[in-house]
């Protein structure tokens, strides 16, 4: 016995209904849409050098691994950096970490930052985001002789 059309539309709107129903996960805040670049970018207004604040942390959220932003991150990086490891023991792991393509590869956030938070003194900016629900990663740009660098890096996790 073949069921009935309106038994067929019945089950198709109820299964539909059903998952429908399910609330889902809202996705986390990206720091790459239109509207939360512009947000950020406007905190940025009032920094020295505002334009290469800005730059400097698109960058590191929004850009892409290409050999032009690699390079750009390198301008913008001494040497050796800053590296601070927090563990779920709450101690702070620190080391300094010489600036080569493994670590500049690993700096870029792009598909994984969320939740983004600026904090903005006069002359440094620390650059938070939450790649996943257990870790948060953190970036600090300070500013000397007329540009913005990466002068810190660090990452803690549960």
Known sequence: MKPSLFAVAFVAIFSVNAVQAQPSQPAPPNPCSTKNKSALRAQ???????????????????????????????????PKIKVTSLDTDGKDEVSIAKVDAALIDSLFATGVANETELNISEDEIILRYWPNEACMNSRTLRYGKGTWRLAAIGDACD
């Open 44 to 78: 940025l207004l009032k920094t020295p050098a505002a334009d290469d604040a800005w730059s400097l942390t698109e960058v590191l959220l929004c850009g892409a691994k290409t050999p032009v932003n690699a390079a750009y991150l390198r301008r913008h990086m001494p």
